[in-house]
T-cell receptor, first 108, second 113 residues
Framework: AQRVTQPEKLLSVFKGAPVELKCNYS??????LFWYVQYSRQRLQLLLR??SRESIKGFTADLNKGETSFHLKKPFAQEEDSAMYYCALMDSSYKLIFGSGTRLLVRP | DTGVSQNPRHKITKRGQNVTFRCDPISEHNRLYWYRQTLGQGPEFLTY????????KSRLLSDRFSAERPKGSFSTLEIQRTEQGDSAMYLC???????????FGPGTRLTVL
């Protein structure tokens, strides 16, 4: 079955601390993976996708096919990073399968 | 605002009533998706269109739900005989040709009393 798992509902860190939001997936084919972010009172927006291998706002994510993971990392969290983060997998018909999300709270 | 728009933003209705939501895509985006999001969960796929053709429907989409995209532009999602379990945020997303990033609208929050 195709599934995305985000084990943490809430991750609370202090400003300047490293952040890692976990994402594991289950998919039989070659996955295309994304991280979406939703800031307070804003719409869901793409943060990054594994194909582009970009670093956006200091965040990176590496696809590990052996561990079926796509964890999101940032070395030094900022208060403005506080938001809901969703990991998503695109299946063969181009629809997204989302995890349940992790709320990141960065404290001053 | 040139992004995906959805109307209404909020809808409160009584159980048993019919409701209709509208999604206006970004110009020339040929794929359009509907998702539903309940509290504490990520968005769940409902259905999608490529131009005016509805290509896939989720098992979540009971026969009380119907979606259309006449002329391949805006789309409507109708729920007939609403139930309390239909209360959720309904999200629309669109995608340009040859590109897989989905651009989301602000959503329509439905509350069924």
């Amino acid at each position: 079955a195709q599934r995305v798992t985000q084990p943490e509902k809430l991750l609370s860190v202090f400003k300047g601390a490293p952040v890692e939001l976990k994402c594991n997936y289950s998919y039989s084919g070659s996955p295309e993976l994304f991280w979406y972010v939703q800031y307070s009172r804003q719409r869901l927006q793409l943060l990054l996708r594994h194909i582009s291998r970009e670093s956006i706002k200091g965040f990176t994510a590496d696809l590990n096919k052996g561990e079926t993971s796509f964890h999101l990392k940032k070395p030094f969290a900022q208060e403005e990073d506080s938001a809901m983060y969703y990991c998503a997998l695109m299946d063969s018909s181009y629809k997204l399968i989302f995890g349940s999300g992790t709320r990141l709270l960065v404290r001053p | 605002d040139t992004g995906v728009s959805q109307n209404p933003r909020h809808k409160i209705t009584k159980r048993g009533q019919n409701v209709t939501f509208r999604c206006d895509p970004i110009s020339e985006h040929n794929r359009l998706y509907w998702y539903r999001q309940t509290l504490g969960q990520g968005p769940e796929f409902l259905t999608y269109f490529q131009n005016e053709a509805q290509l896939e429907k989720s098992r979540l989409l009971s026969d009380r739900f119907s979606a259309e995209r006449p002329k391949g532009s805006f789309s409507t999602l109708e729920i007939q005989r609403t139930e309390q379990g239909d209360s959720a945020m309904y999200l629309c997303a669109t995608t340009p040709k040859y590109y897989n990033e989905q651009f989301f609208g602000p959503g329509t929050r439905l509350t069924v009393l």
